[in-house]
Structures are given as structure tokens and as C-alpha cells.
């Protein structure tokens, strides 16, 4: 190993010192104290920890001014400042209510210049040392006038339905209705009419056509007539998913798919839950419950004592509506025999593990693992392994990037083979530039909602000419267009929800991403003003990675168009080929899924 000569040993120390002091808040100092015998002293932070805050609720309703306390502390190096926010109807952004440098922090809210309606409040705190922290939000209703409210009683309906009006400043004597419209139109029709204090209603929906309808609530006094905001684009969905069990075959061992196919137009398809029931028996049991497309699940069959069953699949659409398949009878469940099957990785590239499950009553004396490419019958031995778990490394890069078939064969100890069901069509695709990774993560008012604040990480495997994502651009903050557009308008299930940017008219190379969620009423788009940048992440490995954020900003198109979803599958990200690494190789446009979804908001 060469040794550094002493005054070079110096100057890196140095250097490092100032590395570490940049960009970090609450560091007392870094010192590096270097003598002829090398050592080194630092001096820790004295707060590494940001402030704790929250708002104190001022009541279900305020009118006038109002008091607002914050509750802020730190243990470390104590609260700089407290800023107080509120973000009103109709807002686009948070607004500073005030700000308080001594405790304890209040603001002296008025309200009187403001809309009535509801009202989010949320606090900031910054300590000494400059960390800030972001409390949760509180939500009052300013009332400063005859203010009717009704609630909204969810996104999407079915049956009959509890709807809750809400009256502040009423007069002595008054009467509210409650009334529906298609979406779009004024075509007003009442669900109750007369209602007093404490205003409660029940909406039928069954005699309804499914699709969107607007909700309101008008209070009558003498001639004076108050209506409400309305709750607009509330789907009615009263009919039930359409389900087709997907024959699994017979007869049945080992590891085995078990698939439906699941339709719904009105509100999408929240899960499928396939059942069996054995001959014999008259009680439908659950095999698996599956919440994303596809609707398949793997399941060992062992866990079924041996016989014959039946098998079905129920449907449950987002509006709580069942559709059942018809049963897929006599499918005979049999794991006194041979079986084989072969597990691919999603990802061919690279060395790569393919996994057989095998069993045999007869006992296994090996298994076989071949690759041929597709639309070929040119099969090719990857190993012979003779000791469960059966498997092999397959060095990909020793082959063309294209399709590939993978099966396996078992050898038992009769000496008989049984060679499994082809998996078919796996891409092996070693291209230098890939789609590493997608996560996004909530920022914004409302989780399960797009809305500001809100960001999307996409990770490319190693650095790429960000010119070829835009052109001219330096990975420097970047003004765009983020466009929600419903699965529906692209001819995917509604639920496929699809994310793309633009800059100007002229498409973001980012490609698109399937966000496999329901954030976007049926057929419709919402746009957000967004913020573009660029950066780098280094693996564990070295390599260095390029990655673009994207930060939504106030929504510019389509606000009445957003519902907050729970449903959580995982993104799937397409990459654009016109992206290209430093030294101009296309990006590969295989499809990358999100890794976890803890944190996730798109």
C-alpha cells in the first residue's frame, strides 16, 4: 500500500473537516486536530433531534377571533420560532396564519375576512439548531355567517346511506332538504325534505342508475334560503362485479396458481377471494384473498387433505358489492404423485437463481433445470441438482437479451421423469441501463390523496445524460406538468391509474407509471404543477445512480376530479429508451415495481 507523504496526510484532514461541516444544522464545531503523531479529535453535534409540536383543536366551529395555542417543545437546544397555517376552502396552498417566538405560542385568528367552511390548522417548529418539524393537522369549521354543511358520506355509495347536515348561526325557526343531482347537471331531486334539528337523512340509492351524482343540503327560513357546499362526483355503484374462476386443472399437486378474472366499471375491484369446497361438504372455505391485479395466488395444494373440490371466486368491488363465479367442479387434488414446478425471478439479468419445487411419493433422485428461447424447443441443462431446495445460477450474460422458456424435470426413484408446465416468455435483459427502483411518499394534506407536497423517486441503475430527459437540462429544480390520468381513459381497469410529466406540451422522458390505485374518478384527469430534480444515490457496491423527484405543487386542472383511495398495490414504472447513460446506451423499457409501500401516498 503506497503511504501518503505527511503534508498530503494534513491536507485531507482538512478538507474533511470541511466536508462535514457543510449543510448540517446544530453542529457546536468539527475540529480535526492533527500532530506528528496523527491523531484526530471531533466534536459531536449538540442536537441531532427535531423539535416535538402540535395544535390545540379550538373547537368543532370558531367564528370571529379565535385563539389558537401551539404546544412546541425540545429538549436540546430549545424553540426558535413557531408558525401557525391554515389552508382554507378553495386554497391551493398552506397560508401563515402568524408567527410566535415565545411561549406559550398562540395566534389571535380572525376569521372574519374569511370563507365559511372547513379549515385545516397545522404548526411548524424550528429549534436552535435550525431543525423543523411539522405537526398533524387540526380541522374546525369557521362559521361566521348561516353556514350549512353536509358531510360527505364517502366517495362511493351503495344501499342506503346515512347523510349528516350540519347547521351554524341557524335561525329560531328553519327546515333543511337534502337533494341529488347527476353530476354536471342541476337536475335537483329531493331524498328529505322538512327536516329539523338534528337534520338526519337516509338516501336509497337502489333505485338508482350506477355512476357520479352531486349531493346538497338547502335551509329554508321565512324567505331566507341557505345552501350548502356541494359534496359533487359521488359514485353510486349498486351493481356487483363480474368474476370467472379460471379452470385450475386436474389433476392438482404440489404448488399450484389459482387465477380469476375480475371486472367492475362503476367503482373497481377492491378484491378476490377464491374459495373451494370439498365433495361432499357444503361449506365453502377460503383458499386465498388476493387485493391487487392479477387476481392469482400461488398455493401449495398440500395444505388440501386428497379429493375432489370445486372451486369458485368472489369479488368485492370498492362500493362493498359481491359478484360470486360460477364453480369450476370435480378438479381432483392428488399429492401422492409426482410433482415439479419452476419459480423465475421477476428480473433476468445479471447471475440469477431459478427454484424448483419438487416431491414424489417414489422420492426424488434429481431435478433438472433448461432454458431454450422462446418459440423453440432448443433446451439447454443449467444444472442437475440432486438435494432439496433444488436450484441453479444462471449467468444471463453468457446469452442474447430476448425471451426465454425455463421447465425443470424430475428424475424419481423409480426412474420415471415428469418435466413441468413451461414458464414462458422470460425476458433476460442485461442492458447497462435499467429502471432500478420507483417509491413515493406523502407530503401533502391528506394521506391516500395526490395533492402538494407529495413526491415520486424514480432510480435509474447507474448515472444517465439528463439531457435525454429533458432537453438541456442540468438536474437543477425544474418547473412541470404532472398529469393523473383514470385507468379508463388509456383502456386499463380503473384502477390503473397512470402518472406521467410534461414540460410545456413536450413530454418528460421519464415514461409512465402505472400507480395501481384509484386516485382519479372514472374517465377523468387531474394536472399538478411540479418541481423536477435530479441527484444521486451510491449502493453499497459504489455504483453511482441517478435519480429524478418529482414534487407536486398546487393542482392547476381537475381538483373535483380526486378521491382518496386505500387500496395500496404496488407502482409499476415503464422507463422511456430515449433516456441513455453518460455513454449514450439506451435505457431499457422493461417494467420496474415498487419496492415496499409503507410510506406511499401516489
Same mark, same amino acid.
Given at each position: 500500500?503506497?503511504? =501518503? ?11 474533511? %473537516? *470541511? ?14 486536530? $492533527? ?44 424553540? $426558535? ?72 358520506? *364517502?366517495?362511493? =355509495? ?10 351554524? /348561526? ?13 353530476? *354536471? ?40 334560503? %341557505? ?10 355503484? /349498486? ?34 377471494? +377464491? ?58 387434488? &392428488?399429492?401422492? +404423485?409426482?410433482? #415439479? ?21 417414489? *422420492? ?87 395533492? %402538494?407536497? &407529495? ?30 390520468? &383514470? ?26 407509471? /402505472? ?13 399538478? /404543477? ?13 455504483? +453511482? ?9 398546487? #393542482? ?15 407502482? +409499476? ?8 447513460? =453518460? ?15 409503507? &410510506?406511499?401516498?401516489?
Amino acid at each position: 500500500m503506497m503511504r =501518503l507523504p505527511r503534508p498530503v496526510q494534513l491536507l485531507l484532514l482538512a478538507a474533511l %473537516a *470541511g466536508i462535514l461541516t457543510v449543510g448540517f444544522p446544530g453542529f457546536s464545531s468539527a475540529t480535526f486536530l $492533527a500532530t506528528t503523531q496523527s491523531s484526530a479529535t471531533v466534536k459531536a453535534a449538540v442536537d441531532w433531534t427535531p423539535p416535538t409540536v402540535s395544535v390545540v383543536s379550538p373547537g368543532t366551529a370558531v367564528k370571529g377571533i379565535t385563539t389558537v395555542s401551539v404546544t412546541a417543545t425540545d429538549g436540546e437546544t430549545g424553540i $426558535a420560532s413557531v408558525t401557525l397555517e391554515q389552508f382554507g376552502p378553495g386554497a391551493a396552498t398552506w397560508t401563515t396564519v402568524c408567527t410566535d417566538t415565545v411561549a406559550p405560542y398562540s395566534c389571535a385568528w380572525s376569521t372574519s375576512g374569511l370563507a365559511d367552511g372547513q379549515y385545516s390548522l397545522r404548526a411548524r417548529a424550528t429549534d436552535n439548531a435550525g431543525y423543523e418539524s411539522t405537526s398533524d393537522v387540526v380541522r374546525t369549521t369557521v362559521a361566521n355567517n348561516i353556514l350549512v354543511v353536509l358531510a360527505s358520506p *364517502g366517495d362511493v =355509495l351503495r344501499g342506503t346511506v346515512a347523510l349528516a347536515t350540519s347547521v351554524y /348561526n341557524a335561525p329560531a325557526t328553519n327546515t333543511v332538504r337534502v337533494e341529488y343531482a347527476p353530476t *354536471g347537471t342541476t337536475r335537483w331531486t329531493s331524498i328529505c325534505t322538512s327536516l329539523t334539528s338534528p337534520y338526519a337523512c337516509s338516501w336509497n340509492t337502489t333505485a338508482l342508475a350506477s355512476g357520479d351524482y352531486d349531493l346538497r343540503s338547502v335551509l329554508t327560513s321565512g324567505n331566507l334560503t %341557505a345552501t350548502s357546499a356541494l359534496v359533487d362526483a359521488v359514485t353510486v355503484d /349498486n351493481t356487483a362485479p363480474s368474476v370467472t374462476m379460471v379452470d385450475p386443472g386436474t389433476p392438482l399437486s404440489g404448488m399450484r396458481s389459482f387465477t380469476a378474472t375480475a371486472t367492475d366499471v362503476d367503482s373497481g375491484v377492491a378484491q378476490v377471494v +377464491i374459495q373451494h369446497l370439498r365433495s361432499g361438504t357444503s361449506t365453502w372455505q377460503h383458499l386465498c384473498t388476493v387485493s391487487t391485479e392479477p387476481w392469482t395466488c400461488r398455493v401449495d395444494t398440500a395444505v388440501l387433505a386428497d379429493a375432489s373440490y370445486s372451486f369458485r371466486a368472489v369479488a368485492t368491488d370498492v362500493a362493498g358489492n359481491q359478484g360470486t363465479s360460477t364453480a369450476v367442479a370435480n378438479r381432483v387434488v &392428488d399429492n401422492t +404423485i409426482s410433482s #415439479i414446478t419452476v419459480d423465475v425471478p421477476a428480473t433476468l439479468n445479471g447471475t440469477v437463481t431459478l427454484t424448483a419445487v419438487a416431491s414424489s411419493t417414489a *422420492g426424488v433422485t434429481s431435478v433438472r433445470i433448461q432454458v431454450a428461447p422462446t418459440g423453440t424447443t432448443n433446451w439447454t441443462d443449467l444444472c442437475t441438482d440432486t438435494t432439496s431446495p433444488y436450484a441453479c445460477s444462471w449467468d444471463t450474460t453468457t446469452v442474447t437479451d430476448g425471451l426465454y422458456d425455463v421447465r425443470g424435470i424430475l428424475l424419481d426413484g423409480k426412474g420415471h421423469t415428469l418435466t413441468s408446465a413451461v414458464t414462458s416468455a422470460q425476458l433476460v435483459d442485461n442492458a447497462p441501463l435499467r429502471g432500478a427502483d420507483v417509491q413515493s411518499s406523502n407530503g401533502g394534506v391528506s394521506a391516500g390523496r395526490a395533492d %402538494a407536497g &407529495d413526491t415520486v423517486t424514480f432510480t435509474y441503475t447507474t448515472q444517465v445524460d439528463l439531457t435525454k430527459v429533458s432537453a438541456g437540462w442540468t438536474g437543477a429544480a425544474k418547473p412541470v406538468t404532472v398529469r393523473l390520468r &383514470d385507468g379508463a381513459v388509456l383502456g386499463r381497469t380503473a384502477t390503473d391509474d397512470t402518472l406521467d410529466v410534461l414540460s410545456g406540451t413536450t413530454p418528460v422522458n421519464l415514461g409512465s407509471v /402505472n400507480l395501481r390505485r384509484d386516485y382519479v374518478k372514472t374517465g377523468k384527469t387531474a394536472t399538478f /404543477n411540479a418541481t423536477m430534480t435530479a441527484g444521486t444515490v451510491t449502493t453499497s457496491t459504489g455504483v +453511482i445512480r441517478t435519480t429524478v423527484t418529482l414534487r407536486l405543487g398546487a #393542482i392547476v386542472a381537475g381538483n373535483n376530479t380526486l378521491r382518496t383511495t386505500s387500496t395500496n398495490g404496488a407502482m +409499476i414504472w415503464t422507463p422511456s429508451a430515449t433516456v441513455t447513460d =453518460l455513454q449514450g446506451q439506451p435505457c431499457s423499457t422493461t417494467p420496474v415495481t415498487e419496492t415496499g409501500t409503507s &410510506d406511499r401516498d401516489l
